[in-house]
Structures are given as C-alpha cells and as structure tokens.
C-alpha cells in the first residue's frame, strides 16, 4: 500500500490524526499517528493441508470479525460496532475473550480510536466473565502507522510473541489510557 497522493495526508492532517510529537498507543496523551509505509505476507492455507505437507505452522486463526454500524467512520469508530466484530470473531472460533491473554489490537495513537478499542474490548470481556487482566499491544507503536502494513505485522507479531511466550513492549505508552484499568 503506497501513498502517492497527498490528499490522504492533508485530510489526517485536517482532522488532527496526525501527532504533532510521539506516537502514544494507548496513551493519556494520545493524539495521534506517524504515517509510514511498509510491506509483509503471510502464506495462509486450511490447516489440514499444512499437516499432510508438512509444513510448518505458526499460527492458526480460529476465527475472525467485521462489522460497521453504518454511522461510525474512519474518524469517529464506535464502541458497539467494535463490540460486533469482537462478538463474531469469537463466535466463530469457538471460544470466549476470557481465555486470551493477549491482545494484539489496532492501536491508532487518536483519543478516540484508542479509548473507543480499550472501551470495546473491555466491555467483550467484562461480558464474558473475564477474571484475570490480559496484556494489549499494538506494532504500530513501534513502526508508525503502515495502513494495510500494519495489519499483517500486527498478525506477524502476535504469532511470535505467542510461539515465543514473549511480548514485544508497546513504546510510547507512558501513561497508561483510563480505560487500561477497565
């Protein structure tokens, strides 16, 4: 994904996403993101095949999420929307948020895209019971916001940090978010 236009740029800018100093994910101070650009893959296939191949695996995704409340946008998410998604990707993989321990989340360094993810994830796992805190973090914070980038080396790192039992530190975050406490 390559930004050639600086029309994306200019309406971040406009809107405020842009930080004017760090980058704070989940943050009291979050006001914004570094734009960056990257690239990553993945070779995605059933896992079934992956075993009679013999291939490696690294991760499996049990299940996945989407939902918009048609209302929300780019720069105004909303909570229940979120919640939807979390919802269906559990659903689907057939177990509860109060078995995660680690949330790999999207973490834009806004005000309102942070709180409105801690806000959703905590109410998922308020919902379910969940007795014991679960650690968050997001790869952004350590290489900018990289748009569709972000993504794949957000699952990149949540599947090395859980085959290694290691959690890579989320830089920036010097005070947690209110919501970090929820």
Same mark, same amino acid.
């Given at each position: 994904?390559?930004?050639?236009?600086?029309?994306?740029?200019?309406?971040?800018?406009?809107?405020?996403?842009?930080?004017?100093?760090?980058?704070?994910?989940?943050?009291?101070?979050?006001?914004?993101?570094?734009?960056?650009?990257?690239?990553?893959?993945?070779?995605?296939?059933?896992?079934?095949?992956?075993?009679?191949?013999?291939?490696?695996?690294?991760?499996?995704?049990?299940?996945?999420?989407?939902?918009?409340?048609?209302?929300?946008?780019?720069?105004?998410?909303?909570?229940?929307?979120?919640?939807?998604?979390?919802?269906?990707?559990?659903?689907?993989?057939?177990?509860?948020?109060?078995?995660?321990?680690?949330? #790999?989340?999207?973490?834009?360094?806004?005000?309102?895209?942070?709180?409105? #993810?801690?806000?959703?994830?905590?109410?998922?796992?308020?919902?379910?019971?969940?007795?014991?805190?679960?650690?968050?973090?997001?790869?952004?914070?350590?290489?900018?916001?990289?748009?569709?980038?972000?993504?794949?080396?957000?699952?990149?790192?949540?599947?090395?940090?859980?085959?290694?039992?290691?959690?890579?530190?989320?830089?920036?975050?010097?005070?947690?978010?209110?919501?970090?406490?929820?």
């Amino acid at each position: 994904d390559v930004s050639l236009d600086p029309f994306e740029l200019v309406g971040f800018a406009k809107t405020g996403a842009l930080a004017r100093q760090l980058m704070r994910v989940y943050d009291a101070k979050s006001e914004g993101f570094w734009p960056g650009e990257g690239c990553g893959f993945v070779v995605l296939m059933r896992e079934e095949d992956a075993r009679r191949l013999h291939r490696e695996i690294h991760a499996s995704i049990r299940g996945w999420g989407i939902s918009s409340d048609g209302s929300g946008g780019i720069t105004r998410p909303e909570v229940d929307g979120q919640v939807l998604a979390l919802e269906r990707a559990y659903q689907r993989a057939g177990y509860g948020p109060e078995t995660v321990e680690y949330f #790999e989340g999207h973490g834009t360094g806004t005000a309102v895209g942070d709180a409105t #993810e801690l806000a959703a994830i905590s109410r998922v796992r308020g919902r379910s019971g969940a007795a014991s805190p679960a650690a968050i973090g997001s790869v952004k914070a350590n290489i900018g916001h990289t748009k569709a980038a972000a993504g794949i080396a957000g699952l990149i790192k949540a599947a090395v940090a859980v085959r290694e039992q290691v959690i890579p530190p989320t830089t920036g975050c010097e005070s947690p978010h209110r919501e970090m406490g929820t």
